[in-house]
């Protein structure tokens, strides 16, 4: 079977319901279709990562043979040594938000920054990767507002620039800060050629 | 080159000396004699301790061709939902044990078990796998003895029938108790054959 496609299509390899509709937020506007597809990919444990999603990107590739994007994200705070670091989506899994507040307690440099590596591979010469970061600080409380009420750590990230965390923005407005639009913008303009 | 050895010989690929001399104390009245040896090797992500050992030593054999074992460690803490888990190396270089210990403030359970998965791979057959597990407590402060004085999260963990922390004691001592001393006593069971 053959799909004739108008425009551009890639496949992003996620679980995450809220990741993929930020990324399909982005990639609209560059006529960028967007499928999500859920493959069981190898994930290596590296400080790194952009060395965490190009591994995993060409496992997903050979698993699934589409034009396939992979991200991984990490939250490192100042204070903490870059805690959670790389491994964020484990330590939300068991202490959370209010164990990531109760560690910062009495800590007065609240600065933390989000990263976002995205790796792009379609089987063609190499993987690519695009990076993108906000740098923000670690809020006193949990926040849910009116806003996408976010996912992760968002109800304790703020970012510079504005008075919101994460989980009080819509969709659009967190996509003007975040990380991983910032790594999806950069793909876009490079993937819209 | 050609060695001949008498008896059993292994390498263990670590960059922590502390291991590899636990794993030594254990091995050698098995006959088995030990080398230390530091290859960079794939680790996965993964919630599975022996899953991630054994992604990992076929990666090292292929590196190294040497009868090889690597090993991955895990601290689980009921009252924190299995945190830190397989990423202890990393929470351990940020967060610490001073970190550990705010997370356990107030918290009256302090169950933890700390377990240890030990794969073995020499090119043949398939790699093995064994496993090691030990049950105590967090304690309420850091404490270091006259013993190994430990290192990572050694100083906050005592065993079910001690009331020594595994920093206070000698390593002949910890091997009494350890997750990694068991792991590897099952190991030598199978290896000395």
Not at 93 to 103: D, E, M, Q, S, V
Not at 128 to 152: D, H, P, Q
Not at 174 to 189: G, P
Request: glycine share 8%; with cysteine; aromatic share 14%.
């Amino acid at each position: 079977m053959e799909f004739k496609l108008k425009g551009k299509v890639v496949f992003f390899a996620t679980h995450n319901i809220h990741k993929f509709n930020e990324a399909r937020s982005i990639l609209s506007p560059y006529g960028i279709a967007v499928g999500m597809i859920k493959v069981k990919a190898l994930e290596i444990q590296s400080d790194s990562l952009s060395e965490i999603a190009t591994a995993s990107v060409t496992d997903t590739f050979n698993r699934c043979h589409l034009p396939v994007i992979v991200e991984d994200a990490g939250l490192f705070i100042d204070a903490l040594k870059g805690f959670p670091g790389p491994y964020a989506a484990y330590v939300y899994k068991t202490i959370g938000n209010k164990g990531l507040l109760k560690l910062m307690e009495n800590v007065n440099d609240r600065k933390a920054t989000f990263q976002s590596a995205i790796a792009f591979y379609n089987g063609q010469s190499a993987p690519m990767c695009f990076e993108g970061e906000v740098t923000g600080e670690i809020a006193f409380e949990e926040r849910l507002g009116s806003g996408n009420s976010g996912f992760g750590f968002d109800p304790v990230f703020q970012p510079v620039g504005s008075f919101k965390v994460f989980a009080e923005m819509t969709i659009e407005e967190k996509n003007r800060f975040s990380h991983r639009a910032s790594a999806f913008r950069k793909f876009a303009e490079w993937y819209k050629r």
